[in-house]
């Protein structure tokens, strides 16, 4: 019996079978119980005799089955290690890197070639005091002309004052012509002395959504203040920033005479293009496009920001960096750059 049994237990291939063999022994109804019932119906002297060898089967087969098992765990976990096992030599499964924003790709392309051109960078804060936007430029109080940005006012604080989200990045024109200026953050701009040369990328508010307007946009201005500067030189810059930044000799660009308060001369300023094949083609064509406004800073801003008109003069622009995007990169709708439509992005090569 005894051979049996723990040939039984040597073949068990799993804890399943050996708790069957188990059972089969040991269990309530098992052989070595039934064995150890018997000893029951013996005569004192058989027990004696028997007792022992029985007990000693019963502990025998224990141990043996107690040994099996350990040694089927031991080979469970070895299967299972060998089954989650990592392979580190496998290629990763594919994952989406995130992209610079076009806007931001072109407001970069922008800024190296305004840097090339000995500009710095002055930013300042989206939301603006009325004064900064309109009264130290040059906007009369109470003017249509505040109304005419389609301006998102904030609502009155306790001063009575009303703050806007900026409709130009000209504010910071008056920002950076204010020698003294008050306390402020490190990024916003600071008030410089003359010679001023500076351009100022940022976010732009105004109430308008079409093809070719959003209500929020970028912009990018520029300011140059030093002594004798004329139109001649506001001419120059803007024409060889925008054959730069289109990367091509072929820019044919015109000025039309304009109103800004804040400006004097003013006006807009076109570049030539195709736009009868639905996207708008630069260096070809008989079309024009507005992209920005400029002029010479008028002397009452001057003035509000402590600068001797009779000394400094200067010139100024404004373009809007969103178009001149949708431009370069022959995109049909502004309204796309801010949709964050996936497909979208990679259809421009913004994704991979
Ligand atoms: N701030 C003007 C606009 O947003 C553009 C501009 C800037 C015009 C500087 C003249 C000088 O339309």
């Not at 001797?308 to 404004?318: K, T």
Request: charged share 25%; aromatic share 8%; with cysteine.
């Amino acid at each position: 019996l005894e051979a049996d049994i723990l040939a039984a237990v040597e073949g068990a291939g799993d804890a399943a079978a050996l708790e069957a063999v188990r059972v089969s022994a040991l269990g309530k109804s098992g052989s070595i119980s039934d064995l150890l019932k018997s000893l029951g119906g013996m005569s004192p002297d058989e027990r004696r005799e028997r007792g022992p060898q029985i007990n000693g089967l019963r502990d025998r087969v224990q141990a043996a089955i107690a040994a099996r098992k350990q040694v089927l765990e031991a080979a469970e976990l070895d299967a299972k290690l060998a089954a989650e096992k990592v392979d580190l030599t496998l290629p990763a499964p594919p994952r989406r890197k995130g992209s610079v924003h076009p806007t931001m790709q072109v407001m970069d392309e922008m800024i190296a070639v305004f840097a090339e051109m000995g500009f710095s960078v002055a930013e300042g804060p989206d939301i603006e005091t009325d004064f900064n936007n309109f009264t130290a430029l040059n906007f009369p109080p109470k003017h249509p002309a505040r109304e005419m940005h389609d301006t998102f006012f904030l609502p009155e604080d306790a001063n009575g004052e009303r703050k806007v989200l900026r409709t130009h990045t000209s504010p910071v024109q008056v920002r950076v012509m204010h020698a003294v200026n008050e306390k402020l953050p490190s990024w916003i701009a600071n008030g410089q002395e003359p010679p001023i040369r500076v351009i100022v990328p940022g976010r732009t508010f105004r109430k308008d959504s079409d093809q070719t307007h959003t209500p929020m946009f970028h912009q990018i201005e520029g300011l140059v203040i030093d002594k004798a500067i004329h139109m001649g030189h506001l001419k120059w810059t803007l024409e060889t920033f925008l054959s730069r930044y289109f990367e091509t000799p072929e820019v044919v660009t015109r000025f039309r005479p304009h109103h800004f308060p804040f400006t004097e001369p003013s006006a807009e300023m076109d570049v030539q293009c195709d736009r009868s094949g639905g996207e708008v083609k630069i260096g070809q064509g008989t079309d024009w496009l507005e992209i920005l406004g400029c002029g010479m800073v008028h002397p009452n801003v001057l003035r509000n920001c402590g600068l001797d008109p009779d000394v400094w003069q200067g010139f100024a622009f404004g373009c809007g960096v969103d178009r001149l995007g949708v431009l370069k990169y022959g995109m049909p709708d502004l309204r796309d750059m801010f949709a964050s439509d996936v497909r979208w992005l990679e259809h421009y090569g913004f994704s991979p």
